[in-house]
């Protein structure tokens, strides 16, 4: 990323709220024409993030630089920058084509160039259907695609995203997430997107960070945060995973942080360390197992991690097991649904469980 201009820049920014610290110092870069997403539970500091980058909030300390332009003193008018709110906040008195053409009117645009702009915006967000409608009388995801062709429309370099599908639901929430990945990629806008929704994150974005109480905990691809987690919160936060209580015996210092975990109900694992202090002998932490890399295989004698079946719940494209090592340990492991399955495995049933190489993780934190 390094050849790739960097759009938008954190540095040092805090935010104090009186006492409440709503951002903890932090740093990072944001890459132009990357889809990146600031994910987090309620409360974490990401929304307050956003607003600073909006000019709603001023920074307590630090500064954010916008194409190595420092923002600070800069109104949000002032800003090459625009927010997709939650509630879209559209004018509900105005046309679809007024709606998105407001902004460009009050920057003082000719007439002439605000209906060549409006019309480019309702062909880019399909709606050409609709131009002349109110939004009382648009679906949800019509009035976002209005509010999301209303905050192109003046072509901002970065556009912000505040959780602009949450209100949807769940079948066009999922359309939605495509729409707006693709419509990233064809304008070549920076996207900055704000959600709690790990799928939302894990299905759009170029890189993710994760952030808690205020901090960012890790910022990766999808594949990184969710395969590679640096903490225990990012671990629990990101989807599914088994966490068990363990302590390195063994490190090897090298390029792959390999090391041998002993769980404290007996077992030894092989695992990759999360950070520099897992790769110290002796080092207390968890390892963490997401469920579907778990294998489940008719019991025999071959392996020392055997079970029993506790519990089964179908999920349509799979099914969750949990299984009760017998060390005693509690796992979870998910197998897909598949017409080919060898194994059916019922309440009751012995099996062997294995774990696809290198996908134990020690979290020392």
């Not at 409440?20 to 987090?40: C, H, K, Q, W």
């Not at 693709?182 to 759009?204: N, P, R």
């Not at 993710?208 to 990184?224: F, N, T």
Request: one cysteine or more.
């Amino acid at each position: 990323m390094n050849s790739i201009p960097t759009a938008v820049s954190i540095r040092a920014v805090a935010k104090h709220f009186g006492q409440f610290v709503a951002i903890r110092e932090m740093s990072f870069d944001i890459a132009d024409n990357e889809f990146f997403t600031l994910l987090g539970p309620s409360g974490c500091g990401k929304t307050t993030l956003l607003r600073i980058i909006a000019g709603f909030e001023n920074t307590t300390s630090g500064t954010v630089l916008l194409f190595n332009e420092e923002l600070k003193n800069l109104p949000p008018n002032q800003r090459p920058v625009n927010t997709v709110f939650q509630n879209y906040a559209l004018f509900p008195h105005m046309s679809v084509a007024n709606n998105i053409g407001f902004g460009l009117h009050m920057l003082g645009w000719s007439r002439k160039d605000i209906d060549d702009r409006v019309d480019q915006m309702v062909k880019t967000v399909r709606l050409e259907e609709f131009i002349n409608r109110k939004p009382a009388q648009l679906s949800g995801g019509q009035q976002q695609r209005v509010a999301l062709a209303r905050a192109m429309a003046p072509k901002p370099k970065v556009l912000l995203l505040d959780e602009p599908l949450s209100a949807l639901d769940l079948k066009l929430r999922q359309q939605m997430r495509a729409e707006l990945k693709a419509l990233q990629k064809e304008t070549g806008i920076t996207f900055i997107f704000v959600t709690h929704d790990q799928e939302e994150a894990l299905t759009m974005s170029d890189r993710i960070a994760v952030m808690s109480a205020g901090e960012v905990q890790q910022i990766g691809s999808p594949s990184e945060v969710y395969e590679q987690p640096a903490s225990r919160f990012v671990a629990e936060f990101i989807g599914d995973t088994n966490l068990l209580d363990a302590s390195v015996v063994s490190a090897q210092s090298n390029q792959h942080n390999q090391v041998d975990v002993k769980l404290d109900s007996g077992e030894c694992i092989p695992a990759t360390a999360a950070s520099p202090h897992a790769l110290e002998n002796g080092a207390r932490g968890h390892l963490s197992i997401r469920p579907e890399h778990i294998t489940l295989n008719a019991l025999s004698t071959t392996n020392d991690l055997a079970g029993t079946i506790r519990n089964t719940t179908y999920l349509g494209t799979d099914t969750q097991y949990e299984i009760k090592l017998d060390s005693g340990v509690n796992l979870f492991t998910r197998t897909q649904n598949s017409g080919n399955q060898q194994h059916n495995f019922s309440i009751g049933n012995k099996v062997n469980v294995s774990f696809a190489p290198n996908s134990a993780r020690f979290l020392s934190h």
